[in-house]
């Protein structure tokens, strides 16, 4: 259906997926454009690097003339938006970089957009389209007993990284109802599998459980996210881009919604089993409770039966089935976790774990 896409931030973790889930499924040829910040990693898409069907550049999604020069090179049919600074901690620390990537660079990228596209003719035209990748955080907190989230429920961000994306999914609706963009929004729950950053919880704690360091959890660790496997995402994401209405707002979830206790406790019984003579076992000894971090949300949930119900998709992972293949995944995968654990990465732990003390 598509002959080329144009992805930006297809270096991070979801990006890096999707790229490999898309030329996996011999759909077109695509431009990869990503700026290369600690998350980014090429080395995710070395499998894929010197495919004919695929281009790598690396650049800044806030760098008009660039997004200008390679929408006129490579004439894409879609534009897939990943690309964004996407950690909560790093956005209280530092809430400048995202303001400037999420919401201005989301901007720039809709108006090269948006005069593209006002110049396409024909089937071109009717074809193309700008899908917008967000997140559950817009949202802002549920309640224990509150319906999940759905494409209705007012937005409530509540950390400046939600904050700045909710702002860029604004930017989207502005820009399909005032131009007449052919944009679709998506807005995912917690995302985990291959090729994440080990800030986050999943990997964060698979690596510190293999080296015997404690294992940080936030507040009492009762607060609730929904799960979602990272290709069960990227499944759904080409759904929507084959067949989503223009103007649209798709909730992906995995309907696995566990508290960060929980997750962590059955990830150590997974780590016992995998590895039976570690000398770490049970790695649940390993729990600290340290001090919550400011405006952590309780809980999300995400009602994904639009998606469902209009385009035919369903989770097929488990989170029982897709924690193991993560599990399995890292386990075999060692060199990548060393690669990316950089001297940068320990000044970031640092920074962000060393001042919160046990609970």
């Known amino acids: 259906m598509f002959r080329s896409i144009l992805v930006t931030g297809g270096a991070g973790f979801i990006g890096s997926n999707f790229v490999l889930h898309w030329l996996a499924g011999k759909n ?84 090269a957009a948006r005069e593209y596209y006002a110049k396409l003719q024909g089937e071109d035209k009717q074809s193309f389209r700008f899908l917008h990748v967000s997140t559950d955080e817009v949202y802002g907190t549920l309640a224990p007993e509150s319906p999940a989230f ?91 881009l084959e067949s989503g209405r223009v103007g649209e707002t798709y909730n992906v979830g995995g309907g696995n919604q566990r508290s960060n206790l929980q997750v962590v406790n059955l990830l150590c019984s997974l780590l016992d089993e995998l590895l039976p003579g570690s000398p770490y076992k049970p790695h649940a000894q390993l729990i600290r409770m340290v001090e919550d971090r400011p405006g952590h949300d309780r809980r999300y949930a995400i009602d994904a039966r639009k ?13 029982e089935t897709g924690l193991r293949k993560t599990v399995e995944w890292y386990l075999a995968n060692a060199d990548w976790v060393e690669g990316v654990t950089s001297g940068a990465y320990q000044q970031w732990m640092q920074e962000n774990y060393a001042v919160r003390g046990a609970r």
């Open 307 to 319: 998606l469902e119900q209009e385009l035919g998709w369903h989770a097929e992972e488990t989170f």
């Open 28 to 111: 077109g040829s695509l431009v990869n454009l990503d700026k290369l910040t600690y998350a980014g990693n090429p080395q995710n898409l070395t499998s894929v690097a010197s495919g004919p069907a695929y281009s790598f550049v690396r650049g800044d999604i806030c760098d008009r003339s660039l997004i200008d020069a390679l929408l006129q090179q490579h004439r894409p049919d879609a534009i897939v938006h990943f690309a964004a600074e996407s950690h909560v901690d790093r956005s209280i620390l530092g809430p400048e970089a995202f303001l400037e990537t999420n919401i201005r660079g989301t901007f720039v990228l809709l108006q």
């Open 150 to 240: 759905h494409e209705g429920t007012p937005y409530a961000p509540n950390s400046p990284y939600a904050a700045s994306k909710a702002a860029s999914d604004h930017l989207v609706r502005a820009w399909v109802h005032t131009y007449g963009l052919p944009a679709i929004i998506t807005n995912c729950s917690n995302n985990y599998g291959p090729y994440q950053f080990p800030e986050k919880l999943l990997p964060l704690m698979i690596t510190h459980a293999l080296a015997g360091r404690p294992l940080p959890v936030y507040g009492d660790g009762q607060q609730v996210r929904d799960w979602l496997y990272v290709l069960d995402h990227c499944r759904a994401l080409q759904r929507v």
